[in-house]
């Protein structure tokens, strides 16, 4: 299991990364100030760091810095509210191997921490399988029966979400935290407008309505 350390002085979008990445499988541990984050990244214990540069203390530069002069090749995904063109060059020149500015969408995220990991030869799965769904997370090729189904980029993270938890009952808030990020709104009904396409292409039965509480997939 891959280990991910989350450096964020945001208690609200660390506790959203949390229960995201660990819903996925991942490992990981949080930290709040710049002089945790760069003890911590030095120790050799983690995969993958996800490091916020206004942290408290050293800032995220200085985080960076102080890896990268000590030869330290733990990859790096930046976190940052800055979306100028300079300051996300600033970003890779110090070090970092990837950027998001906020706020994000969790789905991409999980991208790129799956890109990350795979560069490290993580062992995180590349293909997911509930009954006679297939995913392939790397291609995003999703199979039924053996049968291709085109999916959207937001279905097929509904869908992973869904199969990663098959057999659990999901809140449409927790639904909406995976594929839509953080920050949306909780009363929107996109939840229900995609589960129903989704029904549409892999089957009517294969996504449960719990009535008052969420939905589930189907476990077999």
């Known amino acids: 299991m891959a280990r991910i350390l989350i450096a964020e002085d945001d208690l609200q979008i660390a506790a959203f990364l949390d229960k995201g990445l660990r819903a996925n ?17 030095l120790s050799g214990d983690f995969d993958l760091l996800i490091l916020d540069i206004g942290l408290a203390g050293r800032n995220g530069f200085e985080v960076l ?9 733990l990859p790096v995904l930046v976190l940052t509210g800055r979306a ?3 300051d996300v060059v600033a970003c890779l020149d110090a ?14 995220l999980l991208a790129r921490v799956r890109a990350r990991l795979r560069d490290v030869g993580s062992d995180e799965p590349r293909t997911l399988v509930a009954g006679a769904i297939r995913l392939d ?10 049968r291709d189904v085109a999916l959207t980029g937001r279905e097929f993270v509904l869908l992973e979400t869904l199969i990663r938890h098959a057999g659990r009952v999901l ?24 589960v129903s396409a989704l029904r549409k292409k892999l089957g009517e039965d294969v996504i449960e309505t719990m009535r008052g509480f969420g939905y589930r997939l189907r476990s077999s």
């Open 25 to 41: 499988g991942w490992a990981t541990t949080h930290v709040t100030e710049g002089e945790q984050a760069e003890e911590f990244g």
């Open 65 to 73: 810095a102080a890896l990268r002069a000590r030869g330290h090749r």
């Open 84 to 86: 100028r063109a300079h």
């Open 95 to 108: 070090g970092a191997d990837d950027y998001m500015t906020k706020p994000f969408r969790f789905e991409e």
């Open 137 to 146: 997370l790397w291609t995003r090729q999703v199979t039924v029966h053996d």
């Open 171 to 194: 809140s449409r808030q927790q639904l909406l935290s995976h594929a839509w990020g953080y920050d949306f709104d909780p009363g929107t009904n996109l939840v229900n407008v995609y």
